[in-house]
């Protein structure tokens, strides 16, 4: 159980200034403790006595008044050090789950829902660092106290005394022990649903136009309700743990209580034992009733967070596929992308998507790519975005190996634009400036001419600065392909690959932008695949590829010649602009 501590000493080695800080405040706050009852056990003990005089009753007063101001600020320091350094470590860890979470490629993305992946950064965290706050506070103030309090029973009033009195602690350690382990459990279902309910509400609010245009509203209530429900049940049997921590405490306390104010009585009437002594042991016996309920919390707390803390590091225990090599080349530009007899095969399939490629792209040429739906133009781009192991075969930059690079370096030089827009809600400026940072008026007016997509943001009601996506203006899909198409362009990247980006634009339209893009990109490589054919034609190569493999390859005019599939589709694309005109 305790196990949650080790797993965290790196924090605690870093921090440890803090923490010896806050141990240090928390020994003389638990000195300072013991100090009250003995002063009222001497102060009953000398009225008993008629010894009390009124300049020790002052003594004894001011000395009653410093402790409490004394002990104000040095509990101050210590919970100010401990709940900072519980905070800070939240901080990091959640930095360490987004660095983590960026790092990882489409596969574990495909393995892990976003909803899940989305509790475990935010409820997890938080109950972690209930343990790194709390959980410290508690295991230190309880453990600390108590054993002061046993030692100044003991070696102040009686050892005998206090040991009989102590006979129940063993039970209650048990019964902690038992609760503990039956919290981790409920605990860790109580968070996996929640994960679930999570996902589920993710998924509802992302698809809420589909439930709708099918009328599945009352469907998914219901199965809302169901899932709620679980959440509910779970958590209600986590409640009904943590509400036994308590009572069985107090039971356990009120024995050591009875037992001592027994045992107590029976020795001071023996004169073994003055009343105020019998006295101050009650009221410190009573002390202990905190730091035993604190300890339940505490292993509560810590049973948490270690279910916790293993949810998040299953998480970070999960390596990206694609790592960067040991010793990295790196080149100034990238020259020529050569593919040579490459094959790839997404994980977990056994057949090729992609079969002996020969491709060689010098720098400045356009590639137009073209094929059938699924025929593997997404998977022939994503080679060079590195989202997967290197396939099969020879893929090279420069004639070094594209894995040879670290991937900052290779994605730097790319471009990408899918055919799946992700615009985030801000304005449309802060999408347009995502990869450049902030630019001119001018760079961005230029680029909206290019895109053509100037008069389509004069419309918008307050221009560049009109917020889009979820929690603004929402963009038609041929606005949000143009829209990432300027922001692609904005880079000015070395290779721009166009994924049949621009299937919601109107063929008008997608004329101007190509011409725009044959000017402006003339030194640079570019990589475009489309279903209308006339997007391409103006490409330096064309690829026809069909399940995987080239099946035609040339320039315009020569597919055109060798009258394949490339002709064909030509033609009746021709024929259909005729007919529609
Ligand atoms: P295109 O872009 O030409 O429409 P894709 O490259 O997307 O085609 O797909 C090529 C083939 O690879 C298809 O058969 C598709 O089902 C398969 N495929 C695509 N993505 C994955 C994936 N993540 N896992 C397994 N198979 C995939």
Redesign the pocket.
């Known amino acids: 159980m305790f196990s949650v501590f080790s797993k965290l000493t790196w924090f605690f080695k870093e921090h440890w200034k803090r923490y010896s800080i806050a141990i240090f405040a928390l020994i003389i706050v638990n000195i300072l403790e013991m100090i009250p009852p003995r002063l009222l056990g001497i102060t009953i003990d000398l009225i008993q006595f008629n010894e009390l005089t009124s300049r020790r009753l002052t003594q004894i007063l001011v000395t009653f008044f410093v402790i409490i101001i004394v002990k104000y600020f040095v509990m101050l320091i210590w919970d100010i050090n401990l709940f900072v350094g519980a905070v800070i470590l939240e901080r990091k860890l959640r930095s360490k789950v987004m660095r983590h979470l960026l790092k990882m490629n489409?596969r574990f993305y495909?393995k892990n829902r976003s909803g899940d992946l989305m509790a475990r950064s935010t409820n997890d965290l938080k109950s972690i660092m209930m343990t790194a706050g709390f959980g410290v506070m508690t295991l230190f103030d309880s453990t600390v106290l108590m054993v002061f309090i046993i030692f100044v029973m003991g070696f102040s009033i009686s050892w005998p005394l206090t040991f009989t009195a102590l006979i129940p602690m063993p039970f209650i350690a048990l019964a902690m022990q038992k609760y503990g382990q039956a919290i981790h459990q409920r605990f860790t279902e109580a968070q996996t649903a929640f994960s679930e309910m999570n996902n589920y509400t993710l998924e509802s609010i992302r698809g809420v136009r589909v439930v709708r245009a099918f009328v599945q509203e009352s469907h998914d209530r219901e199965r809302f309700a169901q899932i709620t429900e679980t959440v509910f049940k779970k958590n209600k049997s986590v409640a009904e743990l943590d509400a036994l921590f308590d009572p069985t405490i107090k039971i356990l306390v009120g024995l050591s209580y009875t037992i001592g104010l027994g045992y107590g009585t029976f020795l001071v009437i023996n004169d073994q034992l003055s009343i105020g002594d019998l006295v101050t042991f009650n009221i410190y016996l009573g002390m202990m009733i905190w730091p035993m309920i604190a300890l339940g919390h505490l292993i509560n707390v810590l049973q948490r967070g270690h279910a916790s803390l293993d949810r998040v590091e299953k998480i970070l225990a999960q390596k990206p596929d694609v790592t960067d090599p040991e010793q990295p080349k790196s080149i100034s530009t990238p020259e020529v992308i050569g593919f040579n007899r490459v094959s790839f095969s997404?994980?977990?399939?056994e057949e090729n998507?992609l079969k002996q490629i020969n491709l060689t792209i010098y720098r400045g040429e356009t590639i137009g790519v073209v094929?059938?739906?699924?025929?593997?133009?997404?998977?022939?781009f994503?080679q060079l975005l590195r989202d997967y192991l290197p396939p099969k075969g020879e893929l090279t930059i420069n004639g070094i190996e594209i894995d040879q690079f670290t991937l900052e370096e290779t994605r730097s030089w790319i471009g990408y634009v899918p055919q799946e827009q992700i615009l985030f809600s801000k304005t449309i400026r802060e999408n347009l400036s995502f990869g450049t940072g902030p630019i001119s008026d001018q760079a961005i007016n230029q680029i909206l001419t290019s895109t053509s997509l100037k008069s389509d943001i004069d419309a918008l009601p307050k221009g560049l600065d009109t917020i889009v996506g979820e929690s603004g203006v929402t963009l038609s899909g041929g606005q949000k392909q143009r829209v990432s198409l300027a922001r692609a362009l904005l880079v000015d990247p070395e290779i721009l690959i166009l994924?049949?980006s621009l299937s919601a634009v109107d063929g008008e339209t997608e004329a101007t932008i190509i011409e725009h893009l044959k000017k402006e990109r003339t030194n640079k490589t570019t990589l475009i695949?489309a279903h209308r054919l006339s997007a391409v034609k103006h490409a330096n190569q064309i690829i026809v590829?069909d399940d995987?493999k080239i099946i035609e390859h040339g320039t315009h005019d020569e597919l055109m010649v060798l009258g394949g599939w490339y002709q064909e589709q030509f033609e009746i694309q021709q024929m259909e602009r005729k007919v529609s005109e």
Do not use: N
Request: aromatic share 4%; charged share 20%.
């Open positions: 489409p495909s997404y994980p977990g399939t998507q094929g059938k739906t699924g025929s593997g133009k997404t998977t022939l994503k994924d049949d695949s590829l995987g």
